[in-house]
């Protein structure tokens, strides 16, 4: 079996894709799992995007434990014989992706950007040396325990009538002694760059805090409307918040459209941003590296690029 849990349901959705594809090379059959919502719909989408077989698990948990959660999965994976855990990569997913492979003494590879079976062994990539270099690892033993971002893997065309079964089972778990003594939500300001299909992105090259309105205007003349940043924008001079921050350390974005403003190119950026569709640079100097993710290079100075970028945008769409 593949198995496939993320509390997000995108990335689930991602993720049943990749477990499809393996399921076909490995003859076996892919699951999803639910933990902690009894949702009938969800499950059927699920089944529409590849599952083969959900299975809702009850609980009364009231927070999530990645112990408590790690002894479900230690479970279903007895239970079903799986060769493959797909979890999403976010920060509970390799949490309980690497306490799960503790309990199960075997290997556990986080942040995958490519999954597929060579010489009949799972094998997975992973972006290492700040996105200099991809580590091809194999797993020697079953099952494979291996977290995926969001972003990695489209997925696939939904399928409405595609048939699959939907069990209900109790969970079973041993009650954690850990206690969770706060959960502060984080305030954020609705912004979602992950998700975005356009983003206006500006680096170091601007001089100050005010000059965003020239990303702003531009973003706002654009569908996408979303603003993006590099690090120093968020972490150093903090003139946006961090939900802004595209990077390495910072979101993984996938856009349609991706323009860079002042943005010098070094890789830590570039590993947030090298998935996007059509890329346009915007620098004074020729010779940034910006360029050389770029389809598209404007050499020049953004205060003069972009206000006459967002009149020209501004015309042709009326
Ligand atoms: C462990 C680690 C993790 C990191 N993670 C991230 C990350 O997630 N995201 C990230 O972005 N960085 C990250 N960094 C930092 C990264 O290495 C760079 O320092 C950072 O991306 C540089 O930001 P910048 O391009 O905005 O600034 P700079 O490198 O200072 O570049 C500014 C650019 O603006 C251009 N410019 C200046 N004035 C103008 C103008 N008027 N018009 C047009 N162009 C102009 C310049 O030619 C230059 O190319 C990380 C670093 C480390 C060590």
Known sequence: MILVYSESKNLTIELLHKATDLAKELKTKTIAIIIGKDDDSLAQEYIAYGADKVLQVESNLEQYKAEE???????????TKTQVVLIGSDKNGKELASRLAGRLDIGCIIDATNVYIKDGKVTAERVVYSGNAISVEQFNSAPSVITVPSKVFDPSPKDDKRKGDIEK???????????????????????NVEDAEIIVSCGRGMKNK????????????????TIGCSR???ADLKWLPEEHWIGLSG?????????AAGISGQIQHIAGMRDSGVVVAINKDADAL??????????????KVLPKLTEAIKAKMG
């Not at 089972?169 to 984080?186: G, Q, R």
């Not at 979101?251 to 323009?259: M, Q, R």
């Not at 598209?296 to 205060?303: A, P």
């Open 251 to 259: 979101h993984k974005v996938k856009p349609k459209l991706y323009i």
């Open 290 to 303: 910006i360029f050389k993710s770029a389809d598209y290079g404007i050499v020049g100075d953004l205060y």
């Open 232 to 234: 120093p924008i968020a």
């Open 169 to 191: 089972v109790k969970a079973s778990f041993e009650k954690s002694a850990s206690i969770v003594a706060n959960v502060a939500e984080l305030q954020s300001g609705g912004v």
């Open 210 to 225: 005010e000059d965003l309105k020239l990303v702003n205007d531009l973003a706002e003349v654009l569908k996408g409307k």
């Open 69 to 79: 959660y790690a002894d479900i999965l230690d479970h279903i994976i007895k239970d």
